[in-house]
């Protein structure tokens, strides 16, 4: 039986550009499998990035990523590859009424997701971006702390 992507602990890869199979269980009960070219290195898991107005996600091998918002900001995403699911989150400072507003690049907004037009102070704001296998790109917002 094929492991799911959840049994794996660390993906690494010794040679450079390997190419491994990753299995992931879907809801209808069958394993769905891609693959996934690797560099010689661990994937890194989370990245924090320094505050920037016009701020770009690279997600070709970070799939969450934070930014403190301490400003307005309008970020963009780059490398995405279709079938991804990437996870950006921004925390609030302690000044209310900041504003994130997502390029054309996060696709379209769920509508019954929130928009950040202003920020609460120290709220944690979660960017959940899916990437269809034809690329059509989605995205939700969540806040916690408000």
């Not at 690494?12 to 299995?23: E, Q, Y």
């Not at 394993?31 to 505050?51: D, E, G, V």
């Not at 930014?67 to 490398?79: D, E, Q, W």
């Not at 079938?83 to 950006?88: L, S």
């Amino acid at each position: 039986m094929a492991k799911k992507i959840s049994d794996y602990t660390a993906i690494t890869s010794t040679k450079k550009d390997d190419l491994i199979d990753v299995s992931e269980y879907v809801s209808t009960g069958v394993y769905q499998t891609r693959s996934i070219t690797k560099k010689n290195h661990l994937m890194p898991k989370y990245l924090l990035k320094t505050f920037s107005a016009a701020p770009t996600f690279d997600l070709e091998e970070i799939f969450v990523q934070e930014m403190p918002l301490t400003g307005h900001t309008v970020p963009t995403l780059s490398n995405k590859v279709n079938g991804g699911t990437y996870i950006i989150t921004f925390e609030a400072d302690g000044t209310a009424g900041r504003t994130i507003t997502p390029d054309g690049t996060f696709g379209s907004k769920d509508d019954s997701s929130e928009d950040v037009t202003a920020s609460v102070a120290y709220a944690l704001y979660i960017f959940t971006i899916v990437v269809r296998p034809t690329g059509d790109t989605f995205y939700t917002i969540n806040t916690i702390g408000t």
